[in-house]
């Protein structure tokens, strides 16, 4: 591997990440970068373990959508071990899917007939609170694809990916409260105008049917922006 060449790719890959507008499309480039960047990859995917549930996201090509849902059905293999690892400096590098029969005896033959030859996978994300856990996946058709050059490639990646991940999911929470308070005023406003309400009254009523009702008060202030009222 050209090094030189890697780091300038890298490089411009990091600007780029930091540059895309959403969380969807940064989950996009992270996986299109992965294909780009490391050696031996042939498809790359995010998979998301919150609690029982999986997600794949981005996922490069059909294979890697198919593998996590096998991993799920499963409730085993290689992503599953590095989702759980909690350790971001840790990187599961499986050389061949076929010889992995004893360490998952129900997901390694099952994607070994989808396709799979070997496999990478890295931490990329935790919320605890949610015990939500999240690692990049790349996968290769051919076995002994990934060497330790691989393996160093894909935890630059990686490390660059989280940054780039947690600041745009930062950023979309930040729009989300913004957006919600900005319906609440609405809402608000409407409760005061309507029923001659001052402010703190107005927000009273809105957190009261909340509770009351057990929904959301972003939904019941756009309930009342839709409809003119709580009833």
């Known amino acids: 591997m050209d090094w030189e060449?890697?780091?300038q790719k890298m490089a411009l890959m990091a600007r780029d990440l930091l540059a895309q507008d959403s969380v969807s499309s940064t989950l996009e480039r992270i996986t299109g970068s992965a294909t780009e960047l490391v050696e031996g990859c042939d498809a790359a995917g995010i998979l998301v373990i919150n609690g029982k549930?999986?997600?794949?996201?981005?996922?490069t090509e059909q294979l890697v959508a198919d593998s996590d849902l096998l991993q799920g059905?499963?409730?085993?293999?290689?992503?599953f071990d590095a989702a759980r690892?909690?350790?971001?400096?840790?990187?599961?590098?499986?050389?061949?899917?076929?010889?992995?029969?004893?360490?998952?005896?129900?997901?390694?033959?099952q994607a070994h007939a989808l396709g799979v030859g070997s496999m990478m996978g890295f931490l990329l994300f935790t919320e605890d609170e949610h015990e939500e856990l999240g690692a990049l996946n790349l996968y290769s058709r051919r076995p002994g694809?990934?060497?330790e050059r691989s393996e160093l490639a894909g935890w630059l990646?990686?490390?660059?990916?989280?940054?780039?991940?947690?600041?745009?999911?930062?950023?979309?929470?930040?729009e989300q409260a913004l957006s919600t308070r900005h319906v609440i005023g609405e809402a608000m406003g409407i409760l005061m105008g309507s029923l001659r309400l001052t402010e703190d009254q107005a927000f009273t009523a809105l957190?009261?049917?909340?509770?009351?009702h057990n929904?959301?008060?972003?939904?019941?202030?756009?309930?009342?922006?839709?409809?003119?009222?709580?009833?």
């Open 53 to 59: 549930t999986v997600e794949s996201l981005a996922p």
């Open 85 to 109: 690892d909690r350790r971001t400096d840790r990187v599961f590098r499986i050389g061949d899917l076929s010889d992995e029969r004893t360490h998952w005896p129900l997901y390694a033959p």
């Open 157 to 174: 990646l990686a490390s660059h990916a989280a940054v780039a991940l947690s600041s745009a999911r930062t950023h979309a929470q930040m």
């Open 215 to 231: 929904i959301k008060l972003r939904d019941v202030a756009l309930r009342v922006c839709a409809v003119g009222t709580l009833s």
């Open 73 to 79: 059905r499963c409730g085993e293999g290689p992503c």
């Open 145 to 147: 694809a990934f060497s």
């Open 5 to 7: 060449r890697f780091a």
């Open 207 to 212: 957190r009261r049917y909340s509770q009351e």
